[in-house]
């Protein structure tokens, strides 16, 4: 492995070197062995994954650091924030150039703690580990872990619970909210900060005519493709501070997040969030929301009499946010459906098929994949308004006919999950692992590795299973 020191390159007041405290009677958890194999981990780290993924073995080229930052929670200025229970204990160059920021999470207090004890659960550290794996395998681009490990040792929440730590790896762990951080603590940074967030992870845009706009332009545009991708995919993330969302639009920081079951675009998983700020429908505009406080951060960069055409400029590249979701929101339904991207009517064709979801409180993935197998007898069967079904289909089937079906059809088996992340199937593997047997989350681990294949030989009928109607979703606790 071909570990890097980027990071620590930055001024000190940005960080604090120090060691994790390890896990108290660690073991096994779960080890993502092909993800340790594509960072070049040597066989003798390999051998010591448990020793590594428990804060017990450091990397001698690298001196741990947890990062401080700061960020608007549930749209409301909190301050200093930064890493209260994780550090960074390596930045690894692959041999394609990419860069992976190795992260241990449970690690211990740091100066940022603030008045959490450092640690994380078992049972969060599970939801994490297999969201990160789950998005990662349905491409969309997301943090996963190279592994986790459980304890014997208790960290008290609403209960005592087992304390785990987790090996979280990410191309990026600088949140908007670094940018904050910076203007309210120490402004003399910024400068400094993005030239070096550009050389890292936007090295294209240092040949542009003005670097830091098309920075700001390329944050806006993959920012809102992630969000794209968790809309097609049903991902709620459930947290969507700025600080917990980065500068290279990966999935980062898994709380309160739910793969959503039936279609109910204003369905919020987090138990905290009692105004439905993160709601699956609302994630679009809090992430054009997000990015207008971040670009906000960026005005200081320019001289005061180039102020207020900075500003117009930044103003611009945000425009750019909503047509960009759109237009990726837009081909991603069109190949779930099986409709031509072209045809005038697939869109409004798409959305009549989401209302019939909304409308008749359909699973949202398995309706998908009813369509792709042309159970529309079945779809309908689940209908009580047939005729707003029976609508649908003949638009459906006339948009497709004399079209290149064999084609569509190819498409919409390689972008509807057959399986995705069901909170009852985390909650299965959540408490057999709180009895140190780990078999379901390696099970869901190897399903969920390939969610557009179906897998008889390790799949159960539940995985499968759309929520009863008469049983409500789970909402999630923050508590992690
Ligand atoms: P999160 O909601 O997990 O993104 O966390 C928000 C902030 O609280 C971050 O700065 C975390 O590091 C911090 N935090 C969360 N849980 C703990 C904990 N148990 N101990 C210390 N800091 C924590
Ligand atoms: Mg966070």
Redesign the pocket.
Known sequence: MHIISQYPTLDARLYHQQQPSPLMGAKAGHFNQALAEQLQWSAADQAQWVEICSGQQTFPEFTPLAMV?A?H?FGQWAGQ??????VLIAQVIQTDGQTTDLHLK?AG??P?????????VLRSVIREYLAGHALTALGVPSSNAVGFTSSTQA?QREQREPGAMMLRSSDCHIRLGHFEWINQYAPDLLKDFVDHCITWHYPACLTAEQPVLAFAQQVIQRTAIMIAKWQLCGFAHG?M?T??LNITGSTL?F?PYGFMERFRPSWINNHSDHTGRYSYKQQPSIGHWNLWVWVNNLIPLAAADEKESFKKDLVACLAHFEPTFLEHYRLGLCEKIGLPDFHKDSFDCAMAFLNILQSEQLDYSQSFILLQQQHYQKLKDDCLNTRAFDEFLIQYQQIRSGQDTATLDAKMQQVNPVYILRNHMLQTAIELAEQDDFSEVDRLFQLLSQPYTRQADLERAADLAPLPSDQPEIMVS?S?
């Open positions: 930052y960020g929670q924030l930064g890493d209260g229970r994780g449970g207090k740091t940022y703690s603030r008045m959490g004890d450092g640690r994380a960290v947290v501070n600080d917990n920081d709380g923050c992690s």
